[in-house]
């Protein structure tokens, strides 16, 4: 059975948005969790665009395009089954710390780079743009890492 999760990833649900909240992204996930689907470290709701864009603001006190605007020009990798994000920081923290690290310090890493909160919508295939636009639906996705860097991922949907 497809969740709107699933059906979202896969290009099938180009007039909605999928929304991520951690449970560190507000104080009580309680009416988020009953519009959406639980997950390891928050909830997922896949909603219809203009309330799933107003439902993110109201939870997370972020405008879902000026966060798109915010994280354009910083890339990182997204996993929107995990929810598990590669923050471009991460690199440059691990860089910092190549000195010595202690067992265990890469958890510690992992969960301050875990994205606290994030917003994707699909695009439909564009021959005309080109690129992955060409190749078919497009999966946008910008998150706000624990850290507080704001970076975009994008795929085309389905791989």
Known sequence: MDTARTEFLAGDRPDDVLLFIAESAVSDLGTLAQHGEGVERGVVLVLEAERGR????????????TLASSAMN????????SFEGECPEADADATEDA??????????????????????????????????????DVIHAYAVCE????????????E
């Open 147 to 158: 850290c507080g860097t704001a970076y975009s991922d994008r795929w085309v949907a389905g």
């Open 74 to 81: 910083s890339e990182g990798d997204l996993d929107l089954d």
């Open 99 to 136: 000195g010595g690290t202690a067992e265990g310090d890469d958890e510690a890493a992992t969960d301050e780079h875990a994205p606290r909160f994030v917003f994707g919508f699909a695009e439909e295939r564009n021959e005309e743009a080109g690129g992955i636009y060409a190749e078919g």
């Open 54 to 65: 107003s439902a993110f603001e109201g939870a997370t006190g972020v405008d879902p395009m």
